[in-house]
C-alpha cells in the first residue's frame, strides 16, 4: 500500500463482534451445552433476529449443522476453532507475523463437513447476510460505510495510480478481502480485512493471493510455502518507499518494460514493500506507466517548459505527491535529468 487507510469507528465493524459472540459463546460451547439443536434461543436478545430474520439458508441452518457437529468434537478440536476466530481476526498481529493463523485447511482435518459448513456460512455472511435487512438496520450498511471510509479520495491506495469511486458516486469500487476468504474463516465480515482498491489491483492481481504465505513451485513436488510479513491496511503509519527507476537506453516514445528496472526501497520495511509488489504487480504497472503515451506527452511537455527557465522538479516537489501521479512522476523526471 502506497498509503494506509484511516481506520475510522462505525457499526458495521460490530458485526463481527456477532460472529465472535455466537462462536466463542455458543457454538464452540456445545459439548458442555444441554441443548442437543442450536437455536436462537441460545444467543443474546439483540442477535436474535440475525438468526431468524435473515433466509434460514444462510445463517440457522448452517449454525444448526455446525453446532450439532462441534457438540460431538473432543477438547482438542474445539481449541484449535477457538483460536481459528480469535487469530483471524487479529488481522494487524497476523500482518505483521506476531501471530498464527488458522486454515480451513486445519479445520478439515478435524471434519471435512465441518470446515465446509462453516466455509458456506461465512461467505454468505459476506455474499447474502449482510446485505439484508436484519444486518444493515444492526449494523448499518456497507454502501454507507464504504462512502464514510472512501470519502471524496479517488486514489487507489494500493497502488496510487489509479482511481477508486467515491462517495459521488452512485456505484462503489469493490472491496478486497485482504486475507481471503478462501483460506482463512471468519474473518469475512472483518472490516479491518475488507479494503476498498481499485479493480486493477483487486481483480487483475491480487484476487486469491494470500498476503501471509509465498508459494514457491505453486502444484509441482518441489512446492515449497514460506511465511511472509505484510503491510498492514489500517497501518497507522505510511511507508517510506522509494521508487528507484533506471533507463538501459536513452529514453523516447518507444520505450518498453525491458528497457528499464524499476525497483522499491523501504528502510526497516523491505519485506513488507516486496510482498506488496507481489500481490499487487507494483513493478508491472509503474513499468506501464513509464511507457504510457502519457507519460511521454508529459516528458515532451517538460522538455518545452525546461526551455523557458522553469525546473519542473523542483516545482513536482513542493506539491501533494498524490495527486496526478507525482508520486511517479519524481523519479522519473529524477532519472531522465541525473
Ligand atoms: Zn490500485
Same mark, same amino acid.
Given at each position: ?15 463481527? +463482534?456477532?460472529?465472535?459472540y455466537?462462536?466463542?459463546e455458543?457454538? &464452540?460451547?456445545?459439548?458442555?451445552l444441554?441443548?442437543?439443536i ?12 440475525l ?8 445463517i ?6 455446525? !453446532?450439532? /457437529? ?7 478440536? /474445539?481449541?484449535? &476453532?477457538?483460536?481459528?476466530?480469535i ?6 498481529? &497476523? ?11 486445519? /479445520? ?5 463437513t ?5 466455509? !458456506? ?24 460505510y ?15 495510480? +489509479?482511481?477508486?469511486?467515491? $462517495? ?6 469493490g ?10 474463516p ?5 472490516f479491518?480485512?475488507l ?8 481483480? +487483475?492481481?491480487?484476487n486469491?493471493?494470500?498476503? &501471509? /504465505?509465498?508459494v514457491?513451485?505453486?502444484?509441482k +513436488? ?8 505484510? !503491510? ?6 505510511t ?10 537506453k ?6 518498453c ?10 528502510v ?11 500481490l ?30 522553469l ?5 513536482l516537489?513542493?506539491?501533494? $505527491? ?17
Amino acid at each position: 500500500m502506497v498509503r494506509p487507510f484511516l481506520y475510522k469507528n462505525h457499526e458495521i465493524h460490530k458485526a463481527q +463482534s456477532f460472529v465472535n459472540y455466537v462462536f466463542m459463546e455458543v457454538i &464452540l460451547k456445545a459439548p458442555k451445552l444441554a441443548d442437543s439443536i442450536f437455536s436462537s434461543n441460545l444467543v443474546l436478545d439483540k442477535y436474535k433476529n440475525l438468526i431468524d430474520g435473515v433466509n434460514v439458508n444462510y445463517i440457522k441452518n448452517p449454525l444448526i449443522e455446525i !453446532y450439532s /457437529i462441534c457438540k460431538k468434537l473432543d477438547k482438542s478440536s /474445539i481449541k484449535t &476453532l477457538k483460536k481459528a476466530v480469535i487469530n483471524n481476526n487479529r488481522i494487524r498481529e &497476523l500482518c505483521k507475523g506476531e501471530v498464527e493463523p488458522v486454515l480451513y485447511s486445519e /479445520i478439515e482435518i478435524i471434519d471435512n463437513t465441518l470446515a465446509q459448513q462453516i466455509k !458456506y456460512f461465512c461467505d454468505n455472511l459476506y455474499d447474502e447476510s449482510i446485505k439484508k435487512a436484519a444486518f444493515y438496520n444492526q449494523f448499518d450498511s456497507i454502501d454507507n460505510y464504504y462512502n464514510f471510509l472512501v470519502g471524496k479520495s479517488v486514489t487507489c491506495r494500493s497502488c496510487g495510480r +489509479s482511481t477508486v469511486l467515491t $462517495k459521488f458516486n452512485s456505484h462503489r469500487s469493490g472491496l478486497d478481502h485482504y486475507l481471503p476468504r478462501k483460506h482463512y474463516p471468519f474473518s469475512a465480515i472483518n472490516f479491518k480485512n475488507l479494503i476498498p482498491i481499485c479493480d486493477i489491483c483487486n481483480e +487483475s492481481y491480487k484476487n486469491q493471493k494470500d498476503p &501471509l /504465505i509465498i508459494v514457491l513451485n505453486k502444484g509441482k +513436488s518441489n512446492e515449497q510455502k514460506i511465511k511472509t510479513k505484510a !503491510y498492514y491496511p489500517f497501518s497507522r503509519f505510511t511507508l517510506e518507499i522509494v521508487i528507484k527507476l533506471n533507463f538501459l537506453k536513452n529514453y523516447d516514445s518507444n520505450i518498453c518494460p525491458e528497457d528499464m528496472e524499476v525497483s522499491f526501497e523501504c528502510v526497516n520495511h523491505q519485506e513488507e514493500v516486496d510482498n506488496w509488489d507481489r500481490l499487487f504487480g507494483i513493478e508491472e504497472n509503474y513499468k506501464a506507466e513509464f511507457c504510457s503515451d502519457e507519460m511521454y506527452s508529459y516528458y515532451e511537455e517538460v522538455l518545452m517548459a525546461t526551455s523557458r527557465g522553469l525546473d519542473y522538479l523542483d516545482l513536482l516537489k513542493h506539491q501533494e $505527491k498524490w495527486a496526478d501521479k507525482r508520486f511517479l512522476k519524481i523519479p522519473f523526471l529524477t532519472t531522465l535529468s541525473a
